[in-house]
């Protein structure tokens, strides 16, 4: 799962670094790859932590979260492009991933799924 993490964000100051279209449409083909690969990671590991009663709620909750963050994310983006320029918008993208890695390290030895 980290490396799916380093991955994309190494696509993201890639792209930020070099904003070309060649450089934009290479990175399509990585995002897919690296976000197909969390999904299926994270899914699996939200499974396995939740309670048996508890798995359908909490799978629910989890696959909302992508439209919930769609709907946040552009009124986010609008309003740091409209006041900051396009160049905070895509630090600002690399925040959340970055402190979501941040958890991911600090927390990983204490997730242990009991039987």
């Known amino acids: 799962m980290f490396h799916g993490i380093v991955g ?3 696509i993201f100051v ?12 290479g990175a399509m ?3 897919v790859i690296f976000k197909t690969l969390l999904d299926a990671t994270c899914m699996e590991m939200v ?3 939740s309670n048996d009663d508890n798995k359908g709620t909490v799978m629910g909750g989890f696959e909302s979260m ?7 994310s552009p009124l986010i983006g609008g309003y740091v492009s409209t006041n900051y320029g396009y ?11 970055i402190i979501s890695t941040a958890v991911l390290i600090t927390s990983k030895n204490k997730i ?3 039987d």
């Open 8 to 10: 994309l964000a190494i």
């Open 14 to 25: 890639a792209v930020y670094s070099i904003p070309t279209f060649y450089v934009y449409f």
């Open 29 to 31: 083909f990585g995002i």
């Open 47 to 49: 499974v396995q932590m």
């Open 66 to 72: 992508p439209q919930l963050s769609g709907l946040i």
């Open 87 to 97: 160049t905070s918008t895509s630090i600002t993208c690399l925040i959340p991933l």
């Open 112 to 114: 242990v799924k009991q």
